[in-house]
């Protein structure tokens, strides 16, 4: 079954440091997602990202993230400057379109910002 | 904007017995899709079962089946027969695209 593949699985970081957080979303999904989920706490939409474009962004995702698709496969997240309350699980997801179908989540890449 | 609420911080269950998960929502919305998500300590999250707003009929999934009644906006999950390896997180989920997430229920079966 095709799988969205995120790496690195864990990143530990230090405050003000640059991380980019690499996704390969399944390869026919035109609609890439990010979520971020702090310990202990529900799962929070990001971004969402269409046609090479932004097309959602919630509160969360200020001047210090950005999303990128450099090439035909890979979806990334930047965040320029990590701060502690960084520290998340951040979730790639990818969709066909509505997400009547195939709405699948990778694995998640933990973050921690020492 | 959309809330969930899922109302049951923890749930147990006896191992072969049947649990029902609450969750109810509220959106503006008026074509949207549920999700029930199950995250395990390895904090994966696996889609459990997927509901069309504008279906009637309840989605089922072998052992899951949830209780749709998109009038009073409520998606619970029943989960038949227990087993050890349902233990886990359980996020029920609302949207078209960006997806809303309550704040989970802690499933514990019991042996």
């Known amino acids: 079954e095709p799988e969205v593949t995120q790496t690195p699985s864990h990143q530990v970081t230090q405050m003000g440091q640059e991380v980019i957080l690499r996704c390969v979303p399944i390869?026919?999904?035109?609609?890439f997602y990010w979520y971020r989920q702090i310990l202990g706490q529900k799962v929070e939409f990001l971004v969402s990202f269409y046609n090479n474009e932004i097309s959602e962004k919630s509160e969360i995702f200020d001047d210090q993230f950005s999303v990128e698709r450099p090439d035909g496969s890979n979806f990334t997240l930047k965040i320029r400057s990590t701060k502690l309350e960084d520290s998340a699980m951040y979730f790639c997801?990818?969709?066909?379109?509505?997400?009547?179908?195939?709405?699948?989540f990778g694995s998640g890449t933990r973050l921690t910002v020492v | 904007a959309q809330t969930v609420t899922q109302s049951q911080p923890e749930m147990s269950v006896q191992e072969a017995e049947t649990v029902t998960l609450s969750c109810t929502y509220d959106t503006s919305e008026s074509d949207y899709y549920l999700f029930w998500y199950k995250q395990p300590p390895s904090r994966q999250m696996i889609l459990v079962i997927r509901?069309?707003?504008?279906?009637?009929q309840n989605a089922t999934e072998n052992r899951f089946s949830v209780n749709f009644q998109k009038a009073a906006k409520s998606f619970s999950l029943k989960i038949s027969d227990s087993q050890l390896g349902d233990a886990a997180m359980y996020f029920c989920a609302v949207g078209s695209y960006q997806l809303t997430f309550g704040k989970g229920t802690k499933l514990s079966v019991i042996p």
């Open positions: 509901q069309e707003a504008y279906k009637q």
């Open positions: 997801a990818s969709s066909e379109g509505r997400p009547n179908y195939g709405y699948t």
């Open positions: 390869s026919n999904h035109l609609y």
